[in-house]
């Protein structure tokens, strides 16, 4: 039953992100994708301090982020919840970039 929620919260995820750039105005798009990153690289920033049990500095919890993800394994990580938003900011990020080349195309 876990995994049908999973599966479903995922594919509303991506719907919603492949559908927002035509229910917004088209000078939005640039502030929802950087809003996006942003968030992602905040929730991956606490994903990887939680993973180092928090002994790293801001500055280095980031650049462990961008270059390693975590430095260890998803399932060694404290706060899941962190890498969880991390994970659904992606999966939203990604879609709305796809969604919105189709939305300037058309």
Not at 42 to 67: C, E, T, Y
């Amino acid at each position: 039953m876990k995994n049908k929620r999973l599966f479903f919260t995922q594919v509303t995820i991506a719907v919603t992100g492949l559908v927002t750039p035509w229910l917004v105005p088209q000078a939005w798009l640039s502030y929802i994708l950087v809003t996006c990153l942003v968030l992602g690289l905040v929730w991956g920033v606490l994903a990887a301090i939680s993973a180092r049990g928090g002994d790293l500095s801001p500055g280095l919890g980031a650049l462990s982020w961008l270059v390693l993800g975590t430095e260890k394994p998803a399932a060694e990580v404290a706060d899941t919840r962190a890498l969880t938003l991390f994970w659904i900011t992606v999966l939203y990020a990604g879609s709305f970039s796809v969604g919105a080349f189709a939305a300037v195309l058309a």
